[in-house]
Every structure is written in structure tokens, then in C-alpha cells.
């Protein structure tokens, strides 16, 4: 057991990592009804922004605070511009839009920023919780506590704010909320504003803890999409317990010779495992 | 490093006199680069034409020795071309997609009729057109070459020493240095350059009591803390980073946040040698990081890396990178143009450049830790010697000692090549 341990602490921050992705994701589809595979590029562009404000010697507030900003500016311009005019499609084309608003985003962000490597340092990672020889940094802590705290708040918004209510609504079905009175622009707005904050956030966190990359970053939304399935993308709490669980058997695949170099698939084959017994939900999704 | 180590460009007399001149203006930094024939004049007859093979779209731009490449051709056709006729250096993307490496590979060799390929720097290419090189007899002087096949291909010769040479470097300096005796090298998982680039510390190591396992991970992956935490598990004295700089450094970010460099020495092959690298690693690894170099440092004060950089000044785009890449197309265009000028301009065809290129031996630069040659053996990788540096928390520090020579046992044929050659 002492041989695995190691690799179970490291995978609880690559769990945070899936997590909170997962929730990001499913925090828009409950709210807008739209899958947004342009959440991992929000948060990339974010925390390239942040590394440029740190490189200015500018106060770490600002650069969080900025980040965020930034991935929240886009996200609503996204939301009001380009989602509305596409409300009444269906919504595969609406999810595949924002594949679309990432990939643009991505090449900006590689454009502008280079090749360049980089590293994003928070004052978090300068210490963490010593487990046995590994040492789970700060930051790893703040992504595994950030995604129980985003679930529930995020779920108790949905569940228990008329915000939420409204947001569920419109989810459900954009017309007849719009008939009913609903204000559907003010709510748009702020569901793809939360999403965006989320985004940052989460963009900052992975990249310190995974790195700083235009091109992982945004695809590291596939992986996650893993732990939205298996919640079908409707719980939170599942969706948490299932990035923290891919995670944590993503690292100790490691300890398997012969599948280690191959472990990324770890989450699409324990969502092919999973998928079959939720057909039903599926097709509803 | 050792000055003794800096080989003065002599292979053109007019690169002797202009080096003395430059000598003479030691404190200028604008000084008026030398190349071919130096004269001054426009080159205006038939142009030659030139190819090169780059991956500059894909998840790398490996396209900076071309457009070093195409800065000296352009500093050539300036003065005097190539006895008069100009260089028309054609480079195609191959976006690091073998299939089209191919299709822009049999254009260049079929239709445009290339006399031969300098400066081409691609993860694709080598495998996919080496053979076709052969049969056309085409020669490349290459810039930098990374996978297996661009080492073992008859028509192929690389100017920089390659993964698996800088990575054997690597792991004797820190056998030298720290009295290593287990090692760990750690690859990513990608065919054609996987466990092969971390063999030669293995091969070196078996002969010389020394210990060195492999991890081959695989380079998309978010979690390098495991990767780190294995390596450790391992009990290495030191660890050797064989990846490319873009996963080298949330690496080592890992390893840091294990404390793992206060226990074990990392040292890289030459993709960390890059100026942004000491900085985003951080000063944690100013003194316990360090790297191969398969040229010598970007800012060295050798005449023919100082004629390198204001050639760049002058000839290239701002935005062209002066990394080590540009210093392997500088030297490639260099020597192509030194073994053209050497011929007869009205009998430039394709088998008589091929078989220059072959004869080139004794091609010296400052950038070189000793003369690069091309001969006519199977496979090449001339250049197997490099210095070594050390982070020293923003910049890179040339570790004391000079250039050391890889002993890979795989560079047997290499070697017995050179005796032939009579360069050994």
C-alpha cells in the first residue's frame, strides 16, 4: 500500500484539476443548456494574462483580478454577441459553436504569447500538507477545496435562488420562459458571466498545477467532460467525486508497466465503462 | 569554458581577414557580416535553386534554422552569389504531417529540381523522405535533426548532435561531476524517438558501472507530479530530463514542489538550453540544474557566432529567433555555400553538389566544438561533442571544462567512418 500512496495524494491534485473543470462544465449546461468546450481556453487566455501582469512585477491581486476579468469579458461577449443568435438551434450546433469560439481563442493566445515556456507561480505553492514523502502543495488544496465549494454553491444557487430558478428555466425551454416574462438577455448574462469567473479561476489553477499552455489547457476540458458525463452532466457532487476518482486512478496507472506511458486514456475508458449503464439519461442528454 | 575550445573559422580566407578585422574592432556590435564571396555585389545569373523541409505549423515552429538559412542566402546573393549566380532557397511547411512531408518533399526534389536541402528541421520528415533523398541522390545538409531516422539515413547529415548523443553528454558530465551511479531518463512516448534517445546513457552506462532506467511518459499528460514522484521512487542519484522544453518545465516545477532537487541532481538534454528556460524554472534551481548544449552558448564571443548574430541583424526579420536552431541553419547554409562556391558555376548540377557535400571535411566554426564533416558513410551525426551548462537561477552559466565527446557505444560506425575519413 506504502508503494501506491504517493500516487494517490498526487492524483487527489489532478482530481481538483478534473473537478473543477467538470463543474465549469455543467454549471453552464444546467444553466444555459449549452455544453461550452471553450471553458478550458477561457481560463487558458486568463492565466497567460496573469503571467503577463506577474512578469510586469505587478501585485498578485491584480493579476488574479485582471485573469479574471478577462476570461469573464470574453465569456459574456461570447454570450450576448454570438449565443443568442444561435438560441433556436439545436443543440449539438450550440456546443460545437463554442469549439469554434475556442479554437479562436487558443490560436490568439498561441499567437500572441509564443512559444515561449512559461510558469505560473502562486504564493500557494510555496508550502503544502507533508503526507508521508509527498507533499500536496496549497494550491493542489485550494483546487480540491475550491471544487466542493463551487459544487455547493453553485448548487445551492440553482436549487434555492430565484436566479437559479430562472437560470433552470431557461435551460429547460428558452421560449416558453421568454412567453412567461423572463428576462432572457439578464439571465443569459449571468450565467456565461459565472461561467467565465469559473473559468478563470479554474484556468489559473491548472495552469500552475498542470502548466502553462495554450493548447493543454484548452483541450484538458476533454478529459473532464469524462467526470461531467458521469454526472450526467446534472449532479455536481458526482461530478466532483468523479474527477477526483479519475485522477486519482489516472496516477496510479503509473504504477501498471506497460499502460503508464499510455494512462491519459484513463478517463475516456471509465466513461465508456460507465456510459452503458445510463443509456436512458444519455439520450436524454 | 575554455577558450582553446573555440575554433577559429579558417576554412575562407576572406573569413580570416574579416576575422582579424572584426578582432581588430573587438568593441563594435554592429560589425558588417561576412558570407561567401563578400564582394559586394548583387549575384545576377541563373539562380541555383535550394530546398528545405521545415515543421513550422504543428505543435512546434521548428522553422528558425531555415530562417537562418535563408538570412545567409540572402547576405550571398548580396555579395556575389555563388560565383555570380544567386541561391533561390525554397522552404516548404510540412506541417508535421508525414504525408505532407512527402508531397512538399517530391515537389522541391521533383519539379523544382533543388541541387540539394540545407537548414530542413522537421519531426517528420526525416522518416518519411529519407529514402526517397537516397534515390534521387539529393544531399541534406540538415539543421537540427531529433528523431532516430534522421541519423541513420545515408543522404541525411544533421548539424546538430541529436537527442540521444546530447543526452549520453549529458548523463557522463553527471557521472564526472556527481559521482552518479543509478540514473533515471525520462522520454516522452513518441515512436521514432522514444527509449532509443535515452539508450545511450544506458549503453555508456553498462560499460562504465552506472545504473540508468527509462520512463517513457506520454507528453499530453496534466500529471507530472506522478512522473516525478516515480522517478524518485526509483532512488536515482540523478535524474535525466530528455523532453522537450515545454514539458521540461511544469517538470520540474513538480520535482520542486517535491523538493526533490535537495536529493537528486537533474540534468537535461539540449532542449532546455533555451535563455527563457533558467528564468520560468526559477531560482530553486539555480546550481542543481543542469544542461548540454549541441552547439556553443548563444552569446558566445567566437568570431563566427559574432558574424552569425549580426548577420541576423542584418538579413533576417526581428522577429527571427537567435536560438540554437538559427545558429544549426547559419552553419548549414554556410557550408553548402562553401562546398558550392568551390565548384565550377556553369557545371552546378545535382550529382556534382551531392558530391561535394559528401567531400566536405574539416568545415570549422567557433559554434562547433570540433570540424563538422559530411563523408560518404551510411548514416551521420558528426557533430557528438558539446559543452554544458548550469541554471543559475535567470541565465545559463557554461559549466568549466569545455566540450565533452559522447562515448555512445552506438557511434562505433561513427567513429570507425571518421578513422576512414582520416578527421579522427
Redesign the interface.
Given at each position: 500500500m506504502s508503494?501506491y500512496l504517493?500516487?494517490l495524494i498526487?492524483?487527489l491534485?489532478?482530481g481538483a484539476?478534473y473537478a473543477l473543470s467538470g463543474v465549469g462544465l455543467v454549471v453552464l449546461y444546467r444553466s444555459s443548456g449549452v455544453l461550452n468546450f471553450a471553458f478550458g481556453a477561457l481560463g487558458a487566455i486568463g492565466a497567460y494574462v496573469a503571467w503577463s501582469v506577474l512578469d510586469a512585477e505587478l501585485p498578485q491581486a491584480l493579476a488574479w483580478a485582471v485573469a479574471l476579468a478577462t476570461s469573464m469579458g470574453l465569456s459574456l461577449a461570447y454570450g450576448r454577441l454570438l449565443a443568442p443568435r444561435l438560441a433556436h438551434r439545436d443543440p449539438t450546433i450550440r456546443s460545437i459553436a463554442t469549439l469554434g469560439f475556442a479554437l479562436i481563442l487558443m490560436g490568439f493566445t498561441e499567437w500572441f504569447w509564443g512559444?515561449?515556456?512559461?510558469?505560473l507561480?502562486l504564493p500557494t505553492?510555496a508550502d503544502?500538507l507533508e503526507l508521508g514523502e509527498?507533499?500536496l502543495?496549497y494550491t493542489r488544496v485550494l483546487g480540491l477545496a475550491l471544487a466542493l465549494g463551487m459544487m455547493a454553491g453553485i448548487g445551492l444557487l440553482l436549487s434555492k435562488t430565484r436566479t437559479g430558478l430562472k437560470m433552470r428555466a431557461l435551460a429547460n425551454d428558452r421560449d416558453l420562459s421568454a412567453l412567461l416574462g423572463l428576462r432572457v438577455l439578464q439571465v443569459d448574462t449571468v450565467a456565461w458571466v459565472l461561467s467565465g469567473a469559473f473559468a478563470g479561476v479554474c484556468g489559473l489553477l491548472?495552469a500552475n498545477i498542470?502548466?502553462l499552455?495554450a493548447?493543454?489547457l484548452t483541450f484538458?476540458v476533454i478529459?473532464a467532460f469524462a467526470a461531467a458525463m458521469l454526472g450526467r452532466l446534472n449532479s455536481l457532487p458526482i461530478t466532483v467525486a468523479a474527477g477526483i476518482g479519475i485522477?486519482v486512478l489516472?496516477?496510479l496507472a503509473?504504477?501498471l508497466p506497460g499502460f503508464?506511458?499510455?494512462?491519459?486514456s484513463v478517463p475516456f475508458l471509465v466513461a465508456l465503462a460507465a456510459l452503458p449503464f445510463f443509456r436512458n439519461d444519455a439520450r436524454k442528454a | 569554458m575554455s577558450i582553446k575550445n573555440l575554433v577559429p573559422n579558417t576554412s575562407n580566407p576572406l573569413h580570416v581577414l574579416a576575422g582579424f578585422a572584426l578582432l581588430g574592432l573587438a568593441s563594435a556590435t554592429h560589425a558588417d557580416p561576412t558570407c561567401g564571396l563578400s564582394n559586394g555585389r548583387p549575384a545576377t545569373g541563373e539562380p541555383l535553386a535550394i530546398g528545405a523541409v521545415v515543421g513550422k505549423t504543428g505543435p512546434d515552429d521548428f522553422s528558425s534554422a531555415a530562417s537562418a538559412a535563408a538570412a545567409y542566402f540572402k547576405c550571398v546573393n548580396q555579395n556575389g552569389g555563388i560565383n555570380g549566380r544567386p541561391v533561390d532557397y525554397i522552404v516548404a511547411d510540412d506541417q508535421w504531417n508525414p504525408e505532407t512531408a512527402t508531397q512538399v518533399a517530391s515537389k522541391l526534389v521533383k519539379d523544382r529540381r533543388v541541387l540539394a536541402m540545407t537548414g530542413s528541421t522537421s519531426f517528420v520528415e526525416c522518416g518519411a523522405n529519407a529514402k526517397m533523398y537516397a534515390q534521387e541522390d539529393v544531399m541534406v545538409i540538415a539543421g537540427v535533426g531529433v528523431p532516430r531516422e534522421c541519423f541513420n539515413a545515408k543522404n541525411y547529415a544533421p548539424i546538430n548532435s541529436g537527442p540521444r548523443v546530447s543526452a549520453t553528454i549529458a548523463a557522463m558530465y553527471a557521472v564526472q561531476k556527481y559521482q552518479a551511479k543509478k540514473m533515471v531518463c525520462i522520454i516522452p512516448n513518441i515512436p521514432s524517438l522514444g527509449n532509443w534517445a535515452c539508450e545511450g546513457p544506458k549503453e555508456w552506462g553498462a560499460k562504465h558501472g552506472v545504473v540508468s532506467e527509462t520512463i517513457a511518459i506520454d507528453p499530453g499528460s496534466a500529471d507530472a507530479t506522478s512522473v516525478m514522484l516515480q522517478a524518485s521512487a526509483m532512488k536515482p542519484d540523478v535524474i535525466i530530463m530528455n523532453v522537450p522544453k515545454g514539458i521540461l518545465v511544469p517538470m520540474l516545477a513538480a520535482a520542486e514542489q517535491q523538493n526533490l532537487g535537495k536529493k537528486i541532481h537533474f540534468v537535461s538534454s539540449a532542449p532546455a538550453y533555451n535563455i527563457d528556460v533558467p528564468k520560468a524554472i526559477g531560482p530553486y534551481w539555480k546550481g542543481r540544474f543542469d544542461t548540454n548544449l549541441e552547439f556553443q552558448p548563444l552569446d558566445s564571443q567566437g568570431l563566427d557566432n559574432k558574424n552569425w548574430l549580426a548577420l541576423m541583424d542584418k538579413y533576417a526579420a526581428k522577429s527571427d529567433p537567435r536560438d540554437s536552431f538559427a545558429q544549426s541553419g547559419y552553419l548549414a547554409a554556410r557550408l553548402v555555400t562553401e562546398a558550392l562556391l568551390k565548384m565550377d558555376p556553369k557545371k552546378i548540377d545535382r550529382a556534382g553538389v551531392s558530391k561535394a557535400l559528401r567531400a566536405v571535411k574539416g568545415f570549422k566554426s567557433d559554434i562547433l566544438c570540433k570540424p563538422f564533416y559530411v563523408g560518404d558513410g551510411l548514416r551521420h551525426n558528426a557533430n557528438n561533442s558539446g559543452p554544458m551548462a548550469s541554471s543559475n537561477g535567470s541565465n545559463w552559466t557554461v559549466a568549466s571544462g569545455g566540450c565533452l565527446t559522447a562515448e555512445d557505444p552506438e557511434l562505433a560506425d561513427i567513429r570507425a567512418d571518421e578513422v576512414k575519413m582520416g578527421v579522427r
Amino acid at each position: 500500500m506504502s508503494d501506491y500512496l504517493p500516487f494517490l495524494i498526487s492524483g487527489l491534485g489532478l482530481g481538483a484539476v478534473y473537478a473543477l473543470s467538470g463543474v465549469g462544465l455543467v454549471v453552464l449546461y444546467r444553466s444555459s443548456g449549452v455544453l461550452n468546450f471553450a471553458f478550458g481556453a477561457l481560463g487558458a487566455i486568463g492565466a497567460y494574462v496573469a503571467w503577463s501582469v506577474l512578469d510586469a512585477e505587478l501585485p498578485q491581486a491584480l493579476a488574479w483580478a485582471v485573469a479574471l476579468a478577462t476570461s469573464m469579458g470574453l465569456s459574456l461577449a461570447y454570450g450576448r454577441l454570438l449565443a443568442p443568435r444561435l438560441a433556436h438551434r439545436d443543440p449539438t450546433i450550440r456546443s460545437i459553436a463554442t469549439l469554434g469560439f475556442a479554437l479562436i481563442l487558443m490560436g490568439f493566445t498561441e499567437w500572441f504569447w509564443g512559444e515561449q515556456p512559461r510558469r505560473l507561480v502562486l504564493p500557494t505553492d510555496a508550502d503544502g500538507l507533508e503526507l508521508g514523502e509527498v507533499r500536496l502543495t496549497y494550491t493542489r488544496v485550494l483546487g480540491l477545496a475550491l471544487a466542493l465549494g463551487m459544487m455547493a454553491g453553485i448548487g445551492l444557487l440553482l436549487s434555492k435562488t430565484r436566479t437559479g430558478l430562472k437560470m433552470r428555466a431557461l435551460a429547460n425551454d428558452r421560449d416558453l420562459s421568454a412567453l412567461l416574462g423572463l428576462r432572457v438577455l439578464q439571465v443569459d448574462t449571468v450565467a456565461w458571466v459565472l461561467s467565465g469567473a469559473f473559468a478563470g479561476v479554474c484556468g489559473l489553477l491548472l495552469a500552475n498545477i498542470v502548466r502553462l499552455q495554450a493548447t493543454l489547457l484548452t483541450f484538458l476540458v476533454i478529459p473532464a467532460f469524462a467526470a461531467a458525463m458521469l454526472g450526467r452532466l446534472n449532479s455536481l457532487p458526482i461530478t466532483v467525486a468523479a474527477g477526483i476518482g479519475i485522477g486519482v486512478l489516472e496516477a496510479l496507472a503509473i504504477t501498471l508497466p506497460g499502460f503508464a506511458p499510455f494512462r491519459t486514456s484513463v478517463p475516456f475508458l471509465v466513461a465508456l465503462a460507465a456510459l452503458p449503464f445510463f443509456r436512458n439519461d444519455a439520450r436524454k442528454a | 569554458m575554455s577558450i582553446k575550445n573555440l575554433v577559429p573559422n579558417t576554412s575562407n580566407p576572406l573569413h580570416v581577414l574579416a576575422g582579424f578585422a572584426l578582432l581588430g574592432l573587438a568593441s563594435a556590435t554592429h560589425a558588417d557580416p561576412t558570407c561567401g564571396l563578400s564582394n559586394g555585389r548583387p549575384a545576377t545569373g541563373e539562380p541555383l535553386a535550394i530546398g528545405a523541409v521545415v515543421g513550422k505549423t504543428g505543435p512546434d515552429d521548428f522553422s528558425s534554422a531555415a530562417s537562418a538559412a535563408a538570412a545567409y542566402f540572402k547576405c550571398v546573393n548580396q555579395n556575389g552569389g555563388i560565383n555570380g549566380r544567386p541561391v533561390d532557397y525554397i522552404v516548404a511547411d510540412d506541417q508535421w504531417n508525414p504525408e505532407t512531408a512527402t508531397q512538399v518533399a517530391s515537389k522541391l526534389v521533383k519539379d523544382r529540381r533543388v541541387l540539394a536541402m540545407t537548414g530542413s528541421t522537421s519531426f517528420v520528415e526525416c522518416g518519411a523522405n529519407a529514402k526517397m533523398y537516397a534515390q534521387e541522390d539529393v544531399m541534406v545538409i540538415a539543421g537540427v535533426g531529433v528523431p532516430r531516422e534522421c541519423f541513420n539515413a545515408k543522404n541525411y547529415a544533421p548539424i546538430n548532435s541529436g537527442p540521444r548523443v546530447s543526452a549520453t553528454i549529458a548523463a557522463m558530465y553527471a557521472v564526472q561531476k556527481y559521482q552518479a551511479k543509478k540514473m533515471v531518463c525520462i522520454i516522452p512516448n513518441i515512436p521514432s524517438l522514444g527509449n532509443w534517445a535515452c539508450e545511450g546513457p544506458k549503453e555508456w552506462g553498462a560499460k562504465h558501472g552506472v545504473v540508468s532506467e527509462t520512463i517513457a511518459i506520454d507528453p499530453g499528460s496534466a500529471d507530472a507530479t506522478s512522473v516525478m514522484l516515480q522517478a524518485s521512487a526509483m532512488k536515482p542519484d540523478v535524474i535525466i530530463m530528455n523532453v522537450p522544453k515545454g514539458i521540461l518545465v511544469p517538470m520540474l516545477a513538480a520535482a520542486e514542489q517535491q523538493n526533490l532537487g535537495k536529493k537528486i541532481h537533474f540534468v537535461s538534454s539540449a532542449p532546455a538550453y533555451n535563455i527563457d528556460v533558467p528564468k520560468a524554472i526559477g531560482p530553486y534551481w539555480k546550481g542543481r540544474f543542469d544542461t548540454n548544449l549541441e552547439f556553443q552558448p548563444l552569446d558566445s564571443q567566437g568570431l563566427d557566432n559574432k558574424n552569425w548574430l549580426a548577420l541576423m541583424d542584418k538579413y533576417a526579420a526581428k522577429s527571427d529567433p537567435r536560438d540554437s536552431f538559427a545558429q544549426s541553419g547559419y552553419l548549414a547554409a554556410r557550408l553548402v555555400t562553401e562546398a558550392l562556391l568551390k565548384m565550377d558555376p556553369k557545371k552546378i548540377d545535382r550529382a556534382g553538389v551531392s558530391k561535394a557535400l559528401r567531400a566536405v571535411k574539416g568545415f570549422k566554426s567557433d559554434i562547433l566544438c570540433k570540424p563538422f564533416y559530411v563523408g560518404d558513410g551510411l548514416r551521420h551525426n558528426a557533430n557528438n561533442s558539446g559543452p554544458m551548462a548550469s541554471s543559475n537561477g535567470s541565465n545559463w552559466t557554461v559549466a568549466s571544462g569545455g566540450c565533452l565527446t559522447a562515448e555512445d557505444p552506438e557511434l562505433a560506425d561513427i567513429r570507425a567512418d571518421e578513422v576512414k575519413m582520416g578527421v579522427r
